[in-house]
């Protein structure tokens, strides 16, 4: 079969993918950005990538016609656009308008649980989303899914966050509000089963894990599995808006996507009843079952997909290939050069840099740097990586993305996401037993330049120390 993936680079997407190929289907996977798609992993000849830009209906034109099936996995909820319901209508709209040009018989839509009259933002955005593929020629099924919980997933390292860096917790009153938490792999498993399964056309399906859990139950249950011991207290004075600082802040989310949260969390999401998962056989997992799979995957480094891998900001929507070229005109460079001996050892340095391992020199001032970006409205340096050894492009790397990433080259090229009056890269290459150390910084104007020299004597501190420790001792394994 032929299948269609959009959201492929997404949190869904990367894990639905290799299932699909395991079940032997040919699948077209669509992407705004070429350079963010690793296919080295997936048999070449199961597998193609478009460029596609669902909020641009002449980018679709390349959408193959003998399409058997397709998956419809796109959202804007972490968009810097304050509209994203009009963004997701949008790439809706332009998606059944494209599929009246195909074959496809059935689109599988993933969306949210909606049993409430008042609904929030987002699951008012993915209810209208769902009226408006179900107006196509196409037979459309909906799995609606509250909760998400599995190793690299928002909810999962936002509770993460929470339970492991709180001993005591000031709640807001939402704590309380009811939800139905599912395991990733339970997800997944849906998303197969229904595929070109006839009885399952034209229908709306619930999905959800075999519990009904307050989020506070959610917050106290990954403590006992994590063998912590946390108090929360309700806090009623809490409003929306301090609530949602309070995830920015002690957790590795957006601001925004914190807002969105926030308010889809003081809406119960409880499914509705069916019979899907008897039907597809497929045994739920318990909430604490997934939370144990979650750590055994991160334990294990195969973690595939992280949610903070999938969204990035503005200046990265035109794709990551219009930044792989690093600027030298109008632009501030520090260079380091080391001499080395063992190229491996040092490849591996570099490769596991940042998240737990640090940055090898001035790990407070990284810190500190982190805090000021989340005070100014950034990503902070709370995002880590997905793995402690391996990198791809499109990968978030503490509050770095990733853009080039080839141990064949010797080369790691990063891009950076802070808040800064102007743009970064960091870039390591070793050449000739040589390492090569360059910062590039292309300031905004006036306040650029005075923030590039106020920093300046920091900067020949921090990088001097960064590529000597990297370098260091590079006879010793």
């Known amino acids: 079969m032929n299948i269609l993936l959009t959201g492929a680079t997404g949190y869904i997407g990367q894990r639905l993918l290799p299932v699909l190929l395991d079940e032997g289907h040919h699948v077209i996977c669509c992407t705004r950005d070429k350079h963010r798609f690793d296919t080295s992993p997936y048999p ?3 597998i193609d990538v478009i460029e596609v830009d669902l909020l641009e209906a002449s980018t679709l034109n390349v959408i193959p016609k003998n399409i ?6 796109v959202h804007s909820m972490s968009s810097h656009n304050d509209d994203f319901e009009t963004l997701e209508q949008q790439s809706a709209t332009n998606f059944v308008g494209q599929m009246k040009h195909t074959h496809v018989e059935q689109i599988v839509y993933l969306s949210g649980i909606i049993n409430s009259e008042k609904l929030s933002k987002h699951l008012r955005s993915r209810k209208k989303v769902e009226e408006i ?6 037979s459309l099924t909906t799995l609606r899914a509250g909760i998400i919980v599995g190793s690299g997933s928002a909810s999962f390292e936002i509770i993460r966050d929470l339970v492991e860096k709180l001993p005591v ?3 807001p009153k939402w704590l309380n509000t009811r939800t139905q938490p599912i395991a990733i792999r339970n997800v997944i498993a849906y998303l197969k089963g229904v595929l070109l399964q006839k009885e399952t056309y034209d229908q709306s399906f619930d999905i959800g894990g075999p519990e009904i859990l307050t989020y ?4 106290l249950q990954f403590a006992d599995v994590r063998n912590l011991k946390r108090t929360i207290i309700s806090v009623p004075i809490m409003t929306p808006r301090l609530s949602s600082y309070w995830l920015y802040f002690v957790t590795s989310t957006s601001y925004r996507l914190a807002v969105n949260l926030v308010n889809s969390m003081k809406v119960e999401v409880v499914c509705s009843e069916n019979k ?4 597809l056989n497929i045994p739920l997992l318990s909430y604490k079952e997934a939370i144990r799979m979650a750590f055994d995957k991160i334990e294990q480094q195969e973690v595939i997909s992280r949610w903070t891998d999938a ?30 001996e063992d190229r491996q050892l040092i490849l591996n340095r570099i490769w596991s840099i940042g998240g ?3 940055w090898y020199y001035g790990n407070n001032l990284w810190a500190l740097r982190g805090f000021i970006d989340k005070i100014a409205g950034g990503v902070g340096l709370r995002r880590g990586r997905k793995s402690s050894n391996n990198l791809s492009a499109g990968d978030s790397l503490d509050f770095w993305r990733v853009l080039y990433a080839s141990r064949k080259d010797q080369r790691l090229l990063l891009y950076a996401e802070m808040k800064l009056p102007g743009e970064a890269w960091l870039e390591f290459r070793i050449k000739d037993n040589i390492l090569y150390q360059t910062a590039t910084f292309r300031p905004l104007g006036v306040w650029g330049r005075l923030y590039w020299y106020a920093l300046y004597p920091i900067h020949i501190f921090i990088f001097k120390g960064m590529i000597q420790n990297i370098a260091k001792n590079t006879t010793q394994r």
Do not use: W
């Open 311 to 340: 969204r990035s900001g503005e200046i990265l929507k035109e794709g990551i290939s219009n930044l792989i070229e690093v600027p030298s005109y109008g632009c501030f460079k520090d260079h380091q050069q080391q001499e080395i």
């Open 356 to 358: 737990e391992t640090g």
């Open 169 to 171: 917790m000031l709640a």
């Open 216 to 219: 506070k139950q959610m917050l």
């Open 276 to 279: 899907l998962h008897e039907m």
């Open 68 to 73: 058997d099936a397709a998956y419809y996995l």
């Open 133 to 138: 593929l179900s107006s196509g020629s196409f």
């Open 44 to 46: 070449a000849d199961q």
